[in-house]
């Protein structure tokens, strides 16, 4: 049987969601109980593989038991052996060609700023800002990286591809906070947060919106600033 869940994390307790050699990562630790479930080896395959110290409201993981065991009941006992950090909202069968990563349609990433005084209990969870962004100019900015581009300046490692397309980015302000949301089809290590580097760039007048143009074309420009990873969450997969 294939099993689909969707689940939500806090990444400031993994060393990122990919199965790693001696550190506590996100896949490892539903392995680890997929495997007492199961009694027997079980991968899981996610949606997308976020870094350390990156939260998800909604990653999903698709996986294959050798028992037939109720979605309801299968939620029940995988919460409280992966519980407290990881939550699994949702759990449902699916058919045995889904698959959690190739069959997605869209992704939105949520970054988000804190502009307040210095927090400890937020540390984890938002990026420290020490001054007001102007975000005319980072929404002016933003409007570049829409469409379809090769986004090679802005990922990180080596692909064969670097194309992809983002639908959308939108900003949400609210007090002390700004959230920067970006929705596409799909998100390359490091893409959305050097995407928010660049922009905090431009707007801090440390870099021009030329740059961003020029880096989108191919052209050699000296690399954007890498936004934190604590602030970035993968909020949403559709399928």
């Known amino acids: 049987m294939r099993y689909l869940i969707r689940i939500s994390y806090d990444g400031s307790k993994f060393y990122g969601f990919q199965r790693l050699k001696d550190v506590k990562t996100v896949q490892k630790s539903l392995e680890d109980a997929l495997t007492k479930i199961d009694r027997g080896p079980v991968v899981v395959k996610g949606a997308g593989r976020t870094d350390r110290g990156v939260h998800a409201s909604d990653q999903c993981v698709h996986f294959d038991l050798t028992h037939n065991i109720p979605t309801k009941g299968l939620k029940e006992i995988l919460n409280k052996l992966v519980g407290p950090y990881i939550y699994?909202?949702?759990?449902?069968?699916?058919?045995?060609d889904f698959h959690a990563r190739f069959s997605v349609k869209q992704k939105t990433y949520r970054y988000r700023i804190y502009f307040g005084p210095f927090c400890p209990q937020l540390y984890d969870y938002v990026f420290f800002c020490p001054s007001k962004l102007d975000t005319s100019?980072?929404?002016?900015?933003?409007?570049?990286?829409?469409?379809?581009?090769?986004?090679?300046?802005?990922?990180?490692?080596?692909r064969e591809n670097n194309t992809s397309v983002i639908y959308d980015i939108s900003f949400h302000e609210e007090e002390e906070f700004l959230d920067i949301i970006f929705v596409g089809k799909s998100f390359y290590r490091y893409m959305v947060r050097n995407i928010v580097g660049a922009l905090i760039d431009v707007s801090l007048k440390k870099r021009k919106i030329s740059e961003i143009e020029a880096s989108l074309k191919g052209e050699e420009v000296k690399q954007f600033s890498t936004a934190e990873s604590q602030g970035l969450y993968l909020e949403k997969i559709e399928y």
């Not at 100019?137 to 080596?158: C, I, N, P, T, W």
């Open 88 to 96: 699994v909202k949702e759990c449902e069968e699916v058919s045995l």
């Open 137 to 158: 100019l980072m929404k002016e900015a933003s409007k570049l990286f829409l469409g379809v581009h090769d986004f090679q300046r802005f990922v990180s490692g080596e």
